[in-house]
C-alpha cells in the first residue's frame, strides 16, 4: 500500500512569525510592557511547522515555553530590536506573520541608573513617551521599494473590540487599509476571549479581494485554518 501524501501545504515555504510582547526599558529594572503570552504566535509557528514551512520565530517577552522543533528562534526585548530582527529575517521570507503585541510607545528617555524617589513628592518623575516604529507598515514600504526581495504574503494581526461607534471589523478593515498588509487577522476581543484564553475567533480579512475567512477554535487550530487560507494564495 501506498502511504497517504504528506498533508505540507507550506512545504519548501519560509514563514517568519513574530510573537509575544515588548518591553520598553524605563531604567535598569524597570520597564513599560503589554498582557501578551505569546500563546497565539507560537501557535502559528507550531502549525506552519507542521504543515511543512521552514520556520523562524522571533519571540520577544512570553508567558508560556519556547515551541520546540522549529528552523531559527531568535529572541529580543524592545520594539527596536524586534523591527530590526524582523527587517533583516523578511529579506528570505515567502510569509510574514506580525504576531507580535509591539508597544506603540516607549520612554522618550532611559535612566542609566534606578529612578529614585526623593523626599519632595513635588519632585516625582513624568514620564514622555515617544511613539515606536512600525514594523508592519515598514515591512509593506519596504516590498513596495523592491517587489521581488520581500515577502509574497504579509499579515497582521489585530485585537480589536468595537465600541458604540464601530464594531471590531470596521475597526479592521480601518486597520487592514492603513497597514496596507495582504491579511489582517482580527481577533474580537472580550472578557472571555482573547489574551492569554484558550479560544479564539479570527476573521481574516484580505487586502485582495479574497473573501473573508472566519474561524473559531484553539489558538492552533484557528492558526491552521488561517496558514491553510494562505498557503491557497501563494504563488509559486
Ligand atoms: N505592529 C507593528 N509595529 C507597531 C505596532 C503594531 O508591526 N509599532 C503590528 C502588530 O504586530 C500587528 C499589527 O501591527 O500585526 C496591528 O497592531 P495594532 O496594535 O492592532 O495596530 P496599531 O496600528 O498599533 O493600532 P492601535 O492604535 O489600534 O494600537
Ligand atoms: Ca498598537
Known sequence: DEAAPADVPLSGRRVLVTAGGTREDLDPVRFLGNRSSGKQGFA????????GAS???IAAHVEVELPTGLDTVTRVSS???LREATLVAAQGADVV???AAVADFRPADYADFKIK???DPGQDPVIHLVRNPDILRELVEHRSANREAGPQLIVGFAAETGDESA???DYGRAKLARKGCDYLAVNTVSATQGFGTEVNTLTILSANGVEP?????TKYEVSEDLLRHLAQHLNN
Open 117 to 119: 524617589k526623593t523626599d
Open 79 to 81: 520594539a527596536r530590536e
Open 213 to 217: 475567512l472566519v474561524t473559531q477554535g
Open 55 to 57: 520556520v523562524h520565530l
Open 44 to 51: 502559528l509557528a507550531s502549525a506552519a511547522k507542521q504543515l
Open 97 to 99: 506573520i506580525m504576531a
Open 167 to 169: 464594531s471590531p471589523l
